[in-house]
Structure formats: C-alpha cells, structure tokens
Antibody
Framework: DVQLLESGGGLVQPGGSLRLSCEAS????????MSWVRQVPGKGLEWVAV????????YYADSVKGRFTISRDNSRNTQDLQMNSLRAEDTAVYYC?????????????WGQGTTVTVSS | QSVLTQSPSVSAAPGRRVTISCSGG????????VSWYQRLPGTAPQLLIY???RRPSGIPDRFSGSKSGTSATLAIAGLQTGDEADYYC???????????FGGGTKLTVL
C-alpha cells in the first residue's frame, strides 16, 4: 500500500520552531517530488513547499520563504519541513503529499495530516 | 487572494450535473497541467483529476475535467449526497515557481 505518515505537529509559541516529518512507504520514493500543503481551519488549501525527487531543487510559497526549509532523505524514505519563526497564521493542518512525477504534476497521495498550533 | 479563481459555492439536486470552474492565466493554467482535489469533511484531500482530464484509478467516470485556454472545469454528473465536499483546482505557476490552488468551491447536494 502507498502510504504517507506525518508526525511532529503540536503547540508552539510564536517565534518558536517545529520540525514536521513524513515517512513514505509503498513506492519508489526518490522518483517523485514531495510537497507540504496546509489548511487553516475554515480556509482553503495552501501549498507550502516542494522538494524534487533528488532533493536538489526546492521551492517555497512566499508566505513561508526564509522561515521554512523542506528536505528529504531518500535513504530513509522521509521528507521533513523545518519551520522557524512561527507565526499565529501558520496554525493549520499540514499535509505531506506525493506528486505524480515532478513538481509540476498533481499530488496523488496524501497523508492524514498533522496539526500545528502557534499560540502563546 | 488566490491566483486561481473559483466560485465559492455551487449547489444542485441529486442526479443532476454540476460544473465547477477555475480561472487563471498564461503563467499557470494555460501552460501547465491542472489537477482537481476533493476534500470531504474531516478527511485529507483526494486527487480527482490530473493532467487536465485524466482520472486516477478508483475515481468514478462521473467526474471529468477539461481545460480551455486560461480556464479549467470540473464536471460531476449524477450527483450523490456523498459528493458534498470542497473542491479545489491546482496547477504550477511558472512565473511564481509555486504550486497554486484555487480558493475552493463548496458543493451542496440539495
């Protein structure tokens, strides 16, 4: 079965840091770009960041550029999102998602999501 | 403000056909593949349509996608109450170097 399992969410104070992880199984991990997508409660989906299959190419939404870093370890089939300088507006459910190929293609597998709450 | 524009809501009776539109521009929809996602309440998004008009295995042929110029459309035929969900379009934006989503359309099956 193709699966993505996120972990690392929680409650953090404004200005703090959190690292999300996504463990993949059931497919050739290194062949696919991987993204993080978030959803603020009551709002729409917002793409956050993507990393290419090799890990050499990354792109970020303007709202997180300079604060978040996406990375992957193809030897462990994992991808991470390091989130620094967190703000209240980063509060959301964060989903790990697999692209169908490169990062320009749609996302065909999604994790169940992990909740990040930024609050004092 | 989303780069891709969707109507906030649409409604129709069971058994009817509904269309959801997604409007963008030359840097996104016109020159890149469009995908559509369904988000049922309390669940993770699910890919409905990829590469403008292709369905993943397991998605009923009641769901179809099309693209023309800078707009894309999701059509759902034979509406069922279980189709009540939020629907999102998405594509890569070449100018922004970002994946962009529409604001989402809430489908109500009356």
């Amino acid at each position: 079965d193709v699966q993505l399992l996120e972990s690392g969410g929680g409650l953090v104070q404004p200005g703090g840091s959190l690292r999300l992880s996504c463990e993949a199984s059931g497919f050739m991990f290194s062949s696919y770009a991987m993204s993080w997508v978030r959803q603020v409660p009551g709002k729409g989906l917002e793409w956050v960041a993507v990393v290419s299959g090799t890990g050499l190419t990354t792109y970020y939404a303007d709202s997180v550029k300079g604060r978040f870093t996406i990375s992957r370890d193809n030897s462990r089939n994992t991808q991470d999102l390091q989130m620094n300088s967190l703000r209240a507006e980063d509060t959301a459910v964060y989903y790990c998602a697999k692209h169908r190929g490169g990062y320009v293609y749609g996302m065909d597998v999604w994790g169940q999501g992990t909740t990040v709450t930024v609050s004092s | 403000q989303s780069v891709l524009t969707q109507s906030p809501s649409v409604s129709a009776a069971p058994g009817r056909r509904v269309t959801i539109s997604c409007s963008g521009g030359s840097s996104n929809i016109e020159n890149n593949f469009v995908s559509w996602y369904q988000r049922l309440p309390g669940t993770a998004p699910q890919l409905l349509i990829y590469d403008n008009n292709r369905r993943p295995s397991g998605i009923p042929d009641r769901f179809s996608g099309s693209k023309s110029g800078t707009s894309a459309t999701l059509a759902i035929a034979g509406l069922q109450t279980g189709d009540e969900a939020d629907y999102y379009c998405a594509t890569w934006d070449t100018t922004l170097s970002e994946m962009v989503f529409g604001g989402g359309t809430k489908l109500t099956v009356l």
